[in-house]
C-alpha cells in the first residue's frame, strides 16, 4: 500500500501533527447539532455553566447546590470551552473532540515506540475507525479523557520501568495518575495500582530494584488526585468529601437506579460496539492462550493485556453498568487487533470474514432503522391498540413528529458499501487492506449517523421537553421533575441563582393520573410526546 509507506516515510512530528488534525475534521463536524442528552451529557455542562455563574470553581455544583459525584477536572475543561464558544452543545463536546486527536496521536506515538511507524499508524486509524471508541469523542461525557490520563499513567511507568528510567517518564506518569484521579475520582487509582500490582508479578524481578522511584511515584500521584480534596478540606467543606466517599461506596455496592445490568453486560457492548476490532482482538488472545510464553518476555502484552482484563473485571462486578464504563477496554482491543493483523502468520481470512459477518449486521441495523420508523409513525394507530410495546413511556415518545426520508439510508448503504470493497480486498487474500476498508467505512459512516439518526432519536426520547425548557428562559420558574431524574430543566431553562416566583412540576406522562389524584390543586398546563406540566393553583 503505497499511501501508507508514504506515511511512514515521514517525519514522527509531521505524522503527528496531520493525525491531530484529520482528528479534529472527524470529531468536529455537527458537534453542537443536537441537544445535549440527560443523564450525563447535561449533568456535566450544567455543573460547568453553574460554575461560570456562581464564579466559585472549587465546588461542582447542580441546581447551585454541592454535587459530590464527581471531581472537578473535566468540569474545568468544559469551563474553559464555554468562555471560548458560549453556554452550548458545542461548547460542552469541545474537550472531547480534542481528547479524540490527543488520544490518537498518543496510540501513533506509543505504537511508534512498542513496533514502528506502521502499527503505530494503524492503531491510530483502528481506535478512530471503530464504533464506539470513535463516538465517544462526539460525546460531552468524562470517560474519554479519564480514559485517556489511565492510560498516560501506565505508559509513563512502563517506559520509565522497561525502557528508559528517565525521570521525565516517571514525572509525567504520576501528573496523569493525579489528573485521572481529579477526573473521576478512586476508580481511577483502583485501576492504576491493581494494572501495576499485576504487572509486577511477571517481573517482579526487574521492578523491585525501582522501589524507592516507585514508592514516589505513588506519593506524587495521591498529591496530585487529592490537590482537590485537600483545597476543599481547608476550604472548609469536609462534608463535599464525605459525600464524594459515600456515593463511590454506594455506587460500588449497590448501583445507580436503571443501570443495574447481568454480569455479562461489558463483554457483549464489547463485541458488539468495537467492531471491526473485537473479532481479531479474540483471535489474538486465542494465540496468547496457545502460547503464553510470550507473556514472561514482553512487557508490553502484558501491559496490554491486564490494561483490558482489570478494568472489565472491576466493571463487570461493580453493581452499576453503563455502556461507558468498559471503554478503557478500547485501547487494549485496538492494540491486540492490530498486532493480530501484523504479527500473526496464520490465514487471516476466516477471521475477517466473521467480521465483516459483524460488519453487515450493523449495515443492516442501519438500512432497517429508517424502515422501522417510517413504518412507526405509519402505523402508530395499530402498534398503540396491539400492545407490542409494553412500556407506556415509550410509546407516548413515539408520537413525536420525526420525518423520516431517503437520506437516512446513507449511513447504512455507505458502510455496507465500505464492506462490500473489505469482502473484494478479502477475496484477493489482501487482508490488510480489507481490514483498512472496514475502517474507512466505520470512521466516515459516524458523522452521517450523527448527522441523521443521532437528531431523530434526541427528538423522539427528550426533542419536546427541551424544546419546552428552552421557551421558559428567562422566566422566574423554579421547574421540579417528579418521579424521575433529570438535568435537563436547569440547563435548557437556564436556571439562576435568584429566587423564584412561580413553580412548575414536570413529569412522565405514566404518572399523570397519580399525580392529578395526589395534588388536585395542580392544573396540567402542557403534555407532549410522553412528558406532562403541572402548575400548583
Not at 479534529?24 to 441537544?35: I, K, S, T, W, Y
Not at 521492578?207 to 483545597?231: A, E, Q
Not at 496464520?346 to 475477517?352: A, C, F, G, S, T
Request: one cysteine or more; proline letters at 5%; charged letters at 15%.
Amino acid at each position: 500500500m503505497r499511501w501508507l509507506e508514504f506515511l511512514e516515510n515521514q517525519s514522527v512530528p509531521k505524522i503527528l501533527s496531520g493525525i491531530f488534525i484529520g482528528a479534529l475534521l472527524l470529531f468536529l463536524p455537527n458537534l453542537g447539532a443536537v441537544h445535549l442528552f440527560d443523564w450525563d451529557e447535561i449533568n456535566f455542562a450544567e455543573c460547568a455553566r453553574e460554575m461560570l455563574i456562581s464564579k466559585d470553581y472549587l465546588t461542582v455544583q447542580i441546581d447551585f447546590k454541592p454535587f459530590w459525584e464527581k471531581p472537578p477536572f473535566f468540569i474545568w475543561l468544559q469551563v474553559l470551552s464555554m468562555h471560548c464558544f458560549g453556554v452550548n452543545e458545542f461548547a460542552a463536546r469541545f474537550p472531547n473532540a480534542l481528547c479524540g486527536g490527543f488520544t490518537l496521536c498518543l496510540l501513533f506515538w506509543v505504537g511508534n515506540k512498542f513496533n514502528g511507524k506502521r502499527f503505530g499508524l494503524i492503531w491510530a486509524m483502528s481506535y478512530a475507525g471503530s464504533l464506539l471508541p470513535h463516538f465517544y469523542f462526539h460525546s460531552g461525557i468524562i470517560d474519554p479523557w479519564f480514559n485517556f490520563f489511565i492510560f498516560s499513567c501506565l505508559l509513563g511507568l512502563y517506559f520509565y520501568v522497561f525502557e528508559s528510567q528517565h525521570n521525565g517518564h516517571l514525572l509525567l506518569s504520576a501528573l496523569a495518575g493525579g489528573l485521572a484521579i481529579l477526573t473521576k475520582g478512586p476508580t481511577a487509582l483502583i485501576i492504576i495500582l491493581g494494572t501495576s500490582f499485576f504487572i509486577s508479578l511477571f517481573f517482579f524481578r526487574h521492578i523491585l530494584r525501582f522501589w524507592k522511584s516507585l514508592t514516589l511515584w505513588v506519593f506524587l500521584v495521591l498529591v496530585v488526585g487529592g490537590i482537590w480534596f485537600i483545597w476543599l478540606y481547608f476550604d472548609g467543606k469536609e462534608k463535599v468529601i464525605i459525600d464524594f466517599i459515600a456515593y463511590q461506596k454506594r455506587l460500588f455496592q449497590l448501583g445507580e437506579a436503571g443501570h443495574g445490568q447481568p454480569w455479562f453486560y461489558h463483554p457483549v457492548v464489547l463485541l458488539v460496539g468495537c467492531f471491526p476490532l473485537s473479532i481479531p482482538f479474540i483471535a489474538q488472545h486465542a494465540i496468547l492462550w496457545k502460547d503464553r510464553t510470550i507473556l514472561s518476555k514482553d512487557p508490553q502484552v502484558v501491559l496490554m493485556l491486564f490494561f483490558f482484563w482489570i478494568p472489565l473485571i472491576l466493571f463487570s462486578i461493580v453493581t452499576t453498568k453503563i455502556v461507558h464504563y468498559s471503554s478503557l477496554c478500547y485501547f487494549s482491543i485496538s492494540y491486540f487487533s492490530v498486532r493480530y493483523l501484523l504479527f500473526n502468520n496464520n490465514d487471516k481470512r476466516r477471521v475477517l470474514a466473521i467480521n465483516l459477518g459483524l460488519g453487515l449486521i450493523w449495515a443492516l441495523a442501519l438500512l432497517l432503522a429508517p424502515i422501522a420508523g417510517m413504518f412507526i409513525q405509519s402505523h402508530y394507530t395499530e402498534i398503540a391498540s396491539s400492545n407490542w410495546i409494553k412500556d407506556p413511556f415509550a410509546l407516548e415518545n413515539l408520537k413525536a413528529e420525526i420525518v423520516w426520508t431517503a437520506t437516512d439510508f446513507i449511513p447504512g448503504l455507505f458502510l455496507l458499501f465500505a464492506l462490500l470493497i473489505s469482502l473484494f480486498f478479502l477475496n484477493k487474500s489482501k487482508i490488510l487492506p480489507s481490514f483498512l476498508f472496514s475502517l474507512v467505512g466505520v470512521a466516515c459512516m459516524l458523522p452521517l449517523v450523527l448527522a441523521t439518526f443521532i437528531s431523530k432519536i434526541e427528538g423522539i426520547t427528550q426533542g419536546s421537553v427541551i424544546g419546552y425548557y428552552q421557551n421558559l428562559k428567562g422566566q422566574s420558574i423554579e421547574i421540579n421533575t417528579v418521579n424521575y431524574r433529570s438535568y435537563a430543566p436547569f440547563f435548557y431553562a437556564e436556571k439562576s441563582m435568584k429566587p423564584k416566583q412561580d413553580t412548575l412540576f414536570m413529569a412522565k406522562s405514566p404518572s399523570k393520573n397519580q399525580l392529578i389524584s395526589a395534588h388536585p390543586r395542580w392544573i396540567l398546563i402542557w403534555e407532549k410526546n410522553g412528558f406532562v406540566a403541572f402548575k400548583p393553583n
